[in-house]
Each structure stands twice: as C-alpha cells, then as structure tokens.
C-alpha cells in the first residue's frame, strides 16, 4: 500500500511539473514570436534616434524592450512609438502581435501602404497613425477590428475610397481621417452613422464626392 501511495505522489509530481514545464514553454515561444514580429518591424524603419535599441533579438521576452508594454502573461499589448522620427514602411508582420491593444505610431515619417495584415490585430483598441506619409488604398481588413476604438490616419497620404467594411466597427467612437487623398462616396449606415456631423469636414479635407452608401 505504501509503494502505491509513493508511486502516486511521483506520478503527480512528474504531471504537474510537466504542466509547469509546458506553460512556461508556452509563454516563452509566445514571446519569442512576438519578438520576431517586433525586430521585423524595426528592420524596415529608419530609426535616426536608436529608440528601438533595446529590441534586442536575443532576448526571450521582449517586455524588457523600451516603448513596448506587456500583460502578467508576458503578451506583448502595447507599442509605444510616436513621435520619435522614424521613417519606411510597416512591416507585415506587425499582425503577428495577437495580443496587441495600442499601436501609436503618429508623428513620425511613416511611408508606403497599410499591411492588410493589421486586421489580424483582433484585441486592437487604438490605432494612430496620424501625421505620417502613409499612402495608398485602406485595407478592408481594418473592418475585423472589432475592438476598436479609436481609428487615427489623419495627415497622411492615402487615396481610393474609404472601405464599407469600416461600417462594421461597432464599437468605434473616434474617427479622423482629415487631409488625405480619399475620393468617392462617403460611408454611412452602421458604426458610422454617429460621425455623421463631421462629414462635412471629411469631405472639405479630402476629395469626396457628395453622395453615401
């Protein structure tokens, strides 16, 4: 009876250190996927201030990193990164941060199209982009977002028509797109329909037709 009771207690001691082990393992490829995803980013930028020095890609964790933020588990859910002069396209790997519920990168010298991949940015609260030299066509993608709340391209470079997809933010409350390059019908209906008293300024700002879908 007695070696029965000790061959649990191993038993039990070999399962619940495993869980611990597999956990641990989980966190730690969490992170370092993340990371991969971050010096992905950083390649693609002109960094003339070495604000991402700290992204060191040797690290596991790149809580560690400066203008990143993490939750207890070690997810990566903040990237803190405006104003700081950087400048070259964003990478699509930006949408390999699941986790990921601000991404503020206005004020700086941002260039080429939006990744569609942002829309795999699911948890996404605010995305500013404000004053940057982003161009191109919206990615209809940004309609999976449906956490977010605050959507800022103002003061760049995009053109093309500004997608219907966007009607599907539900919980959209703040919405600026001024001083683009954006033509064709404006959006109505859904989530847009509460910026209905700006549409003025929309269209001053940019080069809109007058009618609505």
């Known amino acids: 009876m007695a070696a029965t009771s000790t061959s649990l ?7 619940v250190g495993g ?17 991969d995803a971050l ?3 950083r390649s693609t930028l002109h960094d003339p201030h070495n604000v991402l020095e700290s992204w060191d890609p040797t690290l596991v964790n790149p809580c560690t990193w400066f203008h990143i933020t993490c939750d207890i ?11 700081n002069g950087l400048s070259g396209p964003l990478s699509p790997r930006i949408g390999d941060l699941p986790n990921l519920q601000y991404l503020h990168l206005f004020r700086n010298s941002l260039s080429g ?23 191109g066509s919206l990615p209809t993608s940004l309609g999976k ?23 599907h933010l539900s919980n959209l409350r703040f919405l600026n797109l001024l001083n683009n390059q954006l033509s064709g019908p404006i959006p109505t209906g859904g ?6 008293y700006n549409r003025s300024h929309v269209k001053e700002w940019n080069e809109m037709e007058s009618t609505v879908i």
């Open 9 to 15: 207690l191993i038993l039990m001691h070999f399962v």
């Open 19 to 35: 869980f611990v082990v597999c956990n641990l393992l989980s966190i730690q490829c969490n992170a370092n996927a993340e990371g």
């Open 39 to 41: 010096i992905a980013l």
């Open 73 to 83: 588990n070690h997810r990566v859910t903040r990237v803190d990164l405006a104003n």
């Open 113 to 135: 199209s939006l990744p569609p991949s942002l829309g795999k940015l699911k948890n996404l609260i605010a995305l500013d982009l404000f004053s940057n030299s982003l161009s």
């Open 145 to 167: 977002l449906k956490n977010l709340t605050a959507l800022g391209l103002s003061d760049n470079k995009f053109c093309g028509k500004i997608p219907t997809s966007l009607t």
């Open 191 to 196: 989530s847009l329909s509460r910026f209905g």
